[in-house]
């Protein structure tokens, strides 16, 4: 297949609508006689609502109503009920459903009224008096009181491969290390909102935040016992969302209970603070102990996971999958249990398990390298995974090596001084470090429609998300690309629920798999094309095959004579005046089970710190990225820069910090919750490596949206290692830590 | 937000007329602190005065020889202003190393002065604190401080003042002249912030009814030898951890006049003058800078999370008179 938009850096085509603010938000639209909600949340963290008293608030003009635990509307309210796509094991929060609080910031009230400003004071009059109960926040102190739960959400760990114990023991060079990575919050610029318009007659249509509208429809469907045909779920563009829109949010119920009781339009929007009172990154204290043989084979792994959950559900992520994936090694004990606190369900993060997993073995392995006095390159290329031992299956591509070679390249890694603390300039100590990562290329079944008019134009369409990823682009440029059309011919659709079903938007897989879903329902488009073209009278193209001609430049051409062509225009006039129209699902296609399909990167990291004072400053970063076929390198290096400063924020600054004596989150804005900021990013520079995959996917490509970011925060962690000699093994590395 | 009403004034005498035995009645210059604090509760004036029409904005040379900052001069007209970058070049430095462009275009140097603690639980309305609502207990003592303050605490409250502008006007002596429906007076930097105490909720000794009119920076500005090094969590856009003001007067090797000012570390700007004096005089060596660096630090307190800080501002501060010396631009 000829490609002429694939590979190609295009700039968005949602660019304009974004930057001129013509691209809509869920609390953007708008609709006649729009109310206003506001959430109250709990000030406590365990306990039960003794009273709630909403009369000063009612007898303001303009509050509408108060929904609480004792005014709301008696639903079903089975477990089932409030399950979605994305839920672990376990029993779901529903907001409203009792007086009992089960976490610090439970949404227990909302307040609607004709104005945003007039629905948030009302909030602080209403008076609630608490039961309070003794809770549980503090992971390290309930660490003893870890579990197994009785179903993983994410892969269980497996049982030990080989003779672990005996495999450490005898081990000529041993490391055992303990690693934390704290509690992180999403924060995407975009705040959680819903607005949710009456259309009379028990229809709505709701414009949600959401990475995947199909979840919050079925789960509205459900959880209000509504049919389907009456909700419309519909979510054009997501301002980030990095995971924290995978669930629908409390927002979302609480705004169709008000609709639906009100009959009248609502919109719930939280605020920043409130952007802490749901789904997070769990924290995860992870202990290694890896053996070595002297000349730095690896002999044995065991990794012990202690990660946070709810008291509620038991949420798990792939945190212990890494040893099988990224290093070759015989003996390998995993565990994976969970500490359950009086918080609210932790919810997939860029990455989830492999930003945590990933780091911890990554510095474990770092520390062995320097046990072993190996250059921690070569240690790597010693202990070179050419399968994925969980799976026993040899990966569907794997150009890893190369991502080492390029990136060292162009980091000029071989000029570095090994021993740690030696190179300085001035104050700063310089230090430099590597780290290699891994994520699952997945494809999920999904499917999508394409309609192509006889003026030419394609429209393709998938209920699928664009959260800033590319989506629309990516999706736009496979279509175009397979029928042969110029980019501003095609138009792809997203974001609504009529619209074909699609996975949810994350696990980097929504490329592999809408992706192909595009391509397939574009080759049925083809197929219909060349029969159509093939109808004209002495058709150039009469008698061929789909292989034997090229669809390029609004054209069908014959590959042994490309002057012999046929327009498409020309073809759709046999149709009859009428559109071409196509649906298809698309699975994984068969053989791929035989392989274990991954991208992988590899990340080089200088960092400068100052002796005395401690800070640390990233000065360049080089990361490598092996993710097979690249659809748009523009977009795909955005994807790659956002991982990578993400990784310097996991590396240096963010922390949601758990107030013990409350139970609550207490850095719990932006002020306090620290990301990067322009001033913290400095040279950066993403290499995307040759790779191609035949059994992945049908379009070879890996998605990118989580490789960016796993390798980042070991590598900085191991380059502040290099530079001070001083291992942190605590994230973040703030500066007090390194005085 | 809670309504309030709101009315513009163009001059000092109204605005003074507009809050005098007004039950809760605040100005509004720049409005980035206290919007900020309406929106979240934990500020609830009833009536606003806008006092950004008043003439308080230009920046000219006072009697002494020194400047006078309007108050209402925003904080990025004060930073760039030919006459603070030669003469006061730490002013500009420490003003620009707070918040951002944005926020500095808005930010009036009255409001500056007025803006108040960052303590996390002061922001949170369901956490007891002594400041926001007195008798309720102060949170963070006892519970996460690692920001919060090693100087100068009091039982009640550990806030720290998060200005960086008011550190450098500490170093300089400067004078903040105010009106009110007494008439005018004049408070030196040094007496306009206090210290928590037993009454954490004020955080200045300006009087209810007092409007800022004007910030004087005396002649001194000691553009030779200065500097302001500030310590966070993330290289902009965040508050100090700790940070250090300092003017040299030197004479060769020798100190003839030092002025050194903490930020982050206590509810005010931090100066010594006894502690400076050890250096009065005295060769400028690492060792007698390390010296006066432990006279200020004696008697900080550490309350857990924020130990810490009292190693780091011992280190930041002979750093930053290491720099101050060489005038050499920090790495
Ligand atoms: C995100 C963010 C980051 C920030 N980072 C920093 C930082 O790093 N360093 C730093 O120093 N600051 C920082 N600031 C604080 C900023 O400098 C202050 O908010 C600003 O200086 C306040 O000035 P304003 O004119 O906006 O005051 P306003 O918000 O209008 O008022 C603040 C207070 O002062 C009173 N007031 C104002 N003018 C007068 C007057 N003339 N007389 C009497 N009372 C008056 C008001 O009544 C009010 O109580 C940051 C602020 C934000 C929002
Ligand atoms: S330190 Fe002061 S501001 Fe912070 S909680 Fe205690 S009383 Fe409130």
Not at chain 1, 566 to 588: C, F, H, M, R
Not at chain 2, 159 to 180: F, W
Request: aromatic share 8%; with cysteine.
């Amino acid at each position: 297949m000829k490609t002429e938009q694939i590979g190609k850096p295009s700039n968005r085509v949602d660019g304009r609508a974004k930057v001129t603010g013509e691209a809509k938000y869920a609390a953007e639209f708008n609709a006649p006689n729009l109310a206003y909600g506001f959430v109250l949340n709990s000030a406590i963290a365990r306990g039960t609502i003794k009273s709630i008293d909403t009369s000063k608030a009612l007898a303001l003009d303009g509050v509408l109503e108060v929904f609480t635990h004792e005014n709301r509307p008696g639903y079903v309210w089975g477990d089932k009920n409030y399950q979605d796509e994305d839920s672990p094991p376990g029993s779901p929060f529903r907001p409203l459903y009792k007086s009992e609080i089960q976490f610090s910031m439970q949404p227990i009230a909302l307040v609607v009224a004709e104005t945003f400003e007039l629905a948030r004071y009302a909030a602080t009059l209403v008076e609630v008096v608490y039961e309070p109960d003794e809770f549980e926040s503090d992971f390290n102190a309930n660490m003893e009181k870890a579990y197994k739960p009785k179903k993983y959400k994410s892969t269980p760990p497996q049982d030990p491969r080989g003779k672990p114990e005996e495999a450490l023991a005898e081990a000529a060079v041993k490391i055992e290390q303990t690693y934390a990575h704290p509690s992180e919050h999403h924060n995407p610029m975009e705040m959680h909102a819903s607005t949710v318009v009456w259309e009379g007659d028990g229809r709505i249509t709701v414009y949600d935040k959401i990475q995947g509208v199909q979840n919050s429809q079925k789960y509205l469907t459900n959880a209000f016992g509504l049919d389907e045909a009456h909700v419309r779920v519909i979510s054009p563009f997501v301002g980030g969302a990095f995971g924290s829109g995978l669930r629908p949010q409390y927002q979302l119920f609480l705004a169709v209970l008000a609709a639906l009781q009100l009959k009248r339009s609502v919109r719930v929007v939280l605020t920043r603070q409130q952007m802490f009172s749901f789904g997070h990154r769990p924290k995860t204290v992870q202990r290694f102990a890896i053996g070595a043989s002297e000349d730095g084979k690896l002999q044995a792994i065991q990794q012990d996971v202690f990660a946070e959950t709810s008291k509620f559900e038991d949420y798990s992520e792939d945190v212990v999958i890494w040893p099988g994936v990224l290093y070759k090694c015989d003996n390998v004990k995993l565990s994976h249990k969970l500490v359950g606190l009086d918080v609210y369900t932790p919810l997939d993060m860029r990455a989830p398990g492999g930003t945590t997993g990933i780091y911890a073995m990554e510095c474990a392995m770092d520390e062995m390298a320097y046990k072993l006095g190996m250059d921690p390159l070569e240690f790597r290329l010693k202990n070179y995974a050419e399968k994925d031992q969980n799976k026993d299956k040899l990966f569907s591509s794997k150009e890893l090596k190369e991502c080492y070679r390029q990136g060292a390249e162009k980091f000029g890694w071989s000029k570095r001084n090994p021993e740690p603390r030696s190179m300085k300039e001035g104050h700063n100590l310089v230090g430099w470090g590597m780290a290699h990562g891994a994520w699952e290329a997945k494809q999920q079944e999904a499917e999508a429609k394409a309609t192509l008019t006889p003026d030419g134009k394609l429209t393709v369409g998938s209920a699928t998300a664009d959260i800033g990823t590319g989506t629309y682009t990516a999706m736009t440029q496979i279509a175009a690309d397979t029928v042969g059309l110029p980019l501003e011919n095609v138009t792809f659709q997203l974001g609504d629920s009529s619209l074909p079903k699609s996975p949810l938007e994350g696990g980097s897989w929504t490329v592999s798999s809408v992706g192909s879903a595009v391509k397939a329902v574009c080759d049925k488009v083809r197929e219909k094309l060349l029969d159509l073209a093939q109808q004209l009278e002495n058709s150039p193209v009469a008698n061929v095959g789909l292989d034997e001609v090229t669809f390029a430049d609004g054209k069908i051409s014959l590959n042994t004579d490309p002057s012999k062509t046929v327009s498409i225009l020309d073809a759709l006039k046999q149709n009859g005046g009428q559109a071409i129209e196509e649906k298809v699902t698309s699975k994984p296609v068969e053989g791929q089970e035989k392989f274990s399909p991954y991208a992988h990167s590899a990340t080089f990291v200088e960092v400068k710190v100052d002796e005395d004072l401690g800070t640390v400053k990233v000065t360049r970063v080089v990361s490598a990225i092996a993710g097979g076929r690249i659809i748009n390198p523009k977009t795909a290096r955005s994807q790659i820069l956002g991982g990578m400063v993400w990784g310097i924020g996991a590396a240096l600054e963010e922390e949601t910090v758990m107030d013990n004596n409350l139970g609550r989150f207490i850095n719990h804005d932006l002020d306090k919750y620290h990301v990067p900021v322009n001033a913290d990013v400095h040279d950066m520079e993403v290499i995307f490596v040759e790779e191609k995959d035949e059994h992945v996917n049908p379009i070879g490509a890996k998605g990118l949206g989580e490789i960016g970011i796993v390798s980042v925060a070991p590598a900085i962690a191991n380059a502040v290692f290099h530079a001070t000699g001083k291992r942190i093994r605590e994230l973040p590395i703030t500066l007090d830590k390194l005085l | 937000m809670r309504p309030f009403t709101f009315t513009r004034v163009k001059d000092v005498a109204t605005a003074v007329q507009e809050v005098t035995g007004q039950q809760n009645a605040k100005f509004i210059a720049g409005g980035t602190n206290l919007l900020d604090l309406m929106k979240i509760d934990v500020m609830t004036p009833q009536h606003l005065v806008d006092i950004t029409h008043i003439a308080l904005k230009t920046i000219e040379e006072n009697k002494e020889g020194g400047l006078r900052l309007g108050a209402l001069a925003t904080n990025a007209a004060t930073a760039y202003h030919a006459l603070v970058e030669t003469r006061y070049p730490l002013l500009s430095h420490a003003i620009l190393a707070g918040a951002t462009g944005q926020l500095r275009n808005m930010a009036t140097d009255g409001g500056n002065l007025l803006q108040r603690t960052r303590c996390y639980y002061f922001y949170d309305t369901d956490t007891p604190c002594n400041k926001r609502e007195p008798g309720s207990g102060c949170s963070a003592i006892k519970g996460y401080n690692r920001d919060l303050a090693i100087l100068g605490t009091s039982e009640h409250c550990i806030a720290t003042h998060p200005s960086d502008m008011a550190v450098a006007l500490a170093a300089l002596d400067a004078k903040v002249n105010v009106t009110g429906k007494d008439g005018d007076r004049v408070i030196p930097i040094l007496e306009f912030h206090r210290l928590p105490g037993d009454k954490p909720h004020i955080d200045t000794n300006l009087k209810e009814d007092e409007i800022i009119t004007s910030i004087d920076l005396p002649a001194k500005g000691f553009a030779d030898h200065y500097t302001y090094i500030k310590l966070r969590d993330r290289a902009s856009y965040a508050f100090a951890l700790v940070s250090v003001a300092i003017g040299l007067e030197m004479e060769g090797n020798t100190v003839k006049e030092a002025r050194i000012a903490l930020g982050g570390v206590a509810h005010k700007p931090w100066r010594l003058p006894q502690a400076e004096a050890l250096l009065q005089g005295k060769e400028a060596t690492k060792a007698n800078f390390t010296k006066v660096a432990e006279a200020y630090l004696e008697g900080a307190k550490g309350y857990g999370d924020n130990d810490f800080k009292i190693e780091l501002a011992r280190r930041a501060m002979v750093r930053a008179l290491e720099q101050a010396l060489s005038m050499e631009a920090a790495s």
